[in-house]
């Protein structure tokens, strides 16, 4: 792959300079990410499409490339910008180097640069667009095209979803996910709890849905603004009440939505594995893996059975609803956590057990974890 000099130009003027590796231009949203490790699973997030995603720690790349790590069998987003991309990498599972990885994909990759300044700039003035270019010889044509994030037509998730129906495993259970742009994690997750996972694309009609017979519902994560998504806010209005339903990420707030909330487009949103949310049912507070950048507006549903189950503890935005009268919850945060911690992972379970439950008793009245 070369390596020459390259540059992040921001839709504001600023300009960096650091080493470029593969050809370009490549333009997106500038996010940063500000886990230590999972840079694997990071670039094969569906969630990231259209956007470049700036690494705060400062060395990437350092335990190689498994591709048993990805979570889909792509790479989507834009470019990668980084401090030291490492050129050793030693890890006994590595099966390729993250730099082969990047080449072989044509990914961008901009190094050498102060990504503590970057990400003070993005914290400072919030999320921007941006261009990883070889050249300024035109500064007033890359300002223009750092600032068009345009989604492609159909939206991110319509870039992103599966095109036909796919079964996995053989389990007690049948679980339909609405593929938004799904980590294999959670599908795995799902799996290992003995369901029967059918992954379906995101406009399967609700019709579609409830004729598989599912015994629960997945509302994926994914990428992009979920008021682009109204196709599947619709169709999940008509499965409410139906089956247990479980919303995760870009999940959450098409749930929200749903129910008659709005959501918020946040100043640089939520992306690592450090964040802390508090269960308001218990006291208790978990460290979460996230990847999104919009939040539910927490005064907005008017659906007095909706409570709100979990809070942000850095900024006191929303993160997890609960229907009192119907068997649906949604989290902001990623349960299946990969990368991340696994503080969380019990909210699987009870999804499982709520199907059951409901199986069992045909009843709505939901017995998601306290404590």
């Known amino acids: 792959m070369n390596s020459d000099y390259g540059y992040l130009v921001l839709e504001n003027g600023t300009t960096f300079k650091g080493n470029l590796m593969g050809t370009g231009p490549c333009s997106g949203e500038v996010v940063f990410n500000t886990s230590m490790v999972g840079y694997e699973q990071i670039l094969t997030d569906p969630s990231y499409a259209g956007q470049i995603v700036v690494m705060t720690y400062p060395l990437i790349g350092n335990y190689g490339f498994n591709p048993g790590n990805m979570e889909s069998q792509h790479c989507w987003l834009q470019g990668l910008v980084v401090n030291q991309l490492c050129s050793e990498s030693n890890h006994y599972q590595q099966e390729l180097s993250l730099q082969q990885y ?119 994560n994914g990428p992009g603004d ?47 594995a450090n964040q802390p949310v508090k269960d308001l049912r218990s006291g208790r507070v978990y460290i979460t893996s996230q990847n999104h950048g919009y939040t539910v507006e ?53 999804f499982v057990a709520q199907i059951d439950k409901y199986k069992r008793d045909e009843q709505t009245t939901p017995i998601w974890h306290i404590g």
Not at 142 to 156: C, D, F, I, K, N
Not at 318 to 325: D, F, K, S
């Open 298 to 350: 927490p005064d907005s549903i008017r659906d007095k059975a909706v409570d709100i189950v979990f809070t942000n503890l850095n900024d006191n935005t929303v993160e997890g609803l609960m229907h009192r009268e119907l068997p649906a919850m949604s989290v902001q945060f990623h349960p299946e956590a990969a990368p991340g911690p696994h503080d969380t992972k019990f909210l699987m379970d009870d």
């Open 226 to 272: 979920p008021v682009d998504c109204g196709f599947a806010i619709a169709t999940i209005r008509k499965l409410l009440g139906s089956v247990p339903i479980f919303g995760i990420c870009l999940g959450h707030q098409l749930l929200s939505l749903a129910l008659g909330g709005r959501t918020t487009k946040m100043a640089f949103g939520h992306r690592g």
């Open 102 to 220: 990047l080449g072989d994909n044509k990914i961008l990759c901009l190094s050498g640069i102060d990504t503590r300044a970057l990400t003070r700039i993005l914290r400072l003035r919030g999320t921007m667009g941006g261009i990883i270019t070889s050249s300024l010889d035109d500064q007033t044509v890359l300002h223009g095209e750092a600032s068009r994030m345009t989604p492609p037509p159909g939206g991110y998730v319509g870039q992103v979803t599966c095109r036909e129906m796919t079964i996995i495993g053989s389990g007690l259970r049948r679980v339909v996910v609405i593929d938004y742009g799904v980590k294999r994690s959670i599908i795995t997750s799902l799996v290992e709890r003995k369901c029967q996972v059918i992954v379906v694309p995101a406009q399967a009609s609700a019709r579609s849905i409830l004729d598989l017979a599912p015994d629960g519902i997945v509302l994926s």
